[in-house]
């Protein structure tokens, strides 16, 4: 349940990011890119309780019952750490100048073309960081999963939570807090081993 929530929560945030990112950075539009990068940034800001509450206010009602359902799950992880892709891609945008994309245009590729052959790998190295950043956060998140799990949906954060808790079972807990160490330190190897191949082979 974590992995899965983890992965589909990493790829929905960074694919949404990196849009995001490319108005602000590229369209420039005089109100709707301010507008949109403070949008983006409030969900930092707001508790995990806070959030959850909010979700469960809105989703509690036909036609758009969420509540209990795994996708409220995803929602909230979704809209919590989508700052941490948009800002990752923000950065990794501004060191790719626009003249590449607009040469790209000019010889009769189309925008679409030049953004996933052209911008997307260039981009690569910043999407990685943040999407790594944010499987970290969403596995660990817990201040919006205590509100918003129900069983069978279960992350392992409520399992440690629960665990922890009086006349529990804490050798559960410290089990599924070594898995979770595992998960987490992982994906951080890899993303040192990356950013250090990287180095090398760019010095």
């Known amino acids: 349940m974590t992995l899965s929530l983890g992965i589909a929560g990493t790829l929905a945030a960074t694919a949404i990011g990196l849009g995001i990112a490319y108005v602000i950075i590229r369209k420039r539009y005089r109100i709707i890119a301010p507008a949109l990068s403070l949008t983006v940034m409030m969900p930092y800001v707001i508790p995990g309780t806070v959030l959850g509450i ?11 019952q969420l509540t209990g359902t795994w ?5 909230a992880y979704l809209i919590r750490n989508l700052p941490f892709t948009v800002k990752a891609s923000e950065a990794a945008l501004r060191r790719v ?9 000019s010889l009769g590729a189309r925008p679409f073309r030049v953004f996933f052959t052209i911008t997307a790998p260039l ?4 999407a990685v960081t943040g999407a790594t950043l944010t499987f970290l956060h969403i596995v660990t998140e817990l201040s919006s999963t205590i509100v918003l799990y129900r069983p069978p949906w279960k992350p392992m954060t409520a399992v440690i939570f629960e665990n ?4 529990a079972d804490f050798g559960v807990s410290a089990a599924q807090t070594i898995l979770l ?5 992982i994906p951080l190897y890899f993303i040192v081993r ?10």
């Open 181 to 185: 160490m595992l998960i987490i330190y």
């Open 123 to 126: 981009v690569l190295a910043g």
């Open 164 to 167: 922890t808790l009086v006349d």
């Open 194 to 203: 990356y950013g250090q191949i990287r180095g090398n082979s760019g010095g």
């Open 54 to 64: 909010g979700l469960i206010m809105m989703f509690n009602k036909a036609p758009l």
């Open 71 to 75: 996708f409220i799950l995803l929602l």
């Open 97 to 105: 100048h626009p003249a590449l994309e607009e040469a790209a245009i």
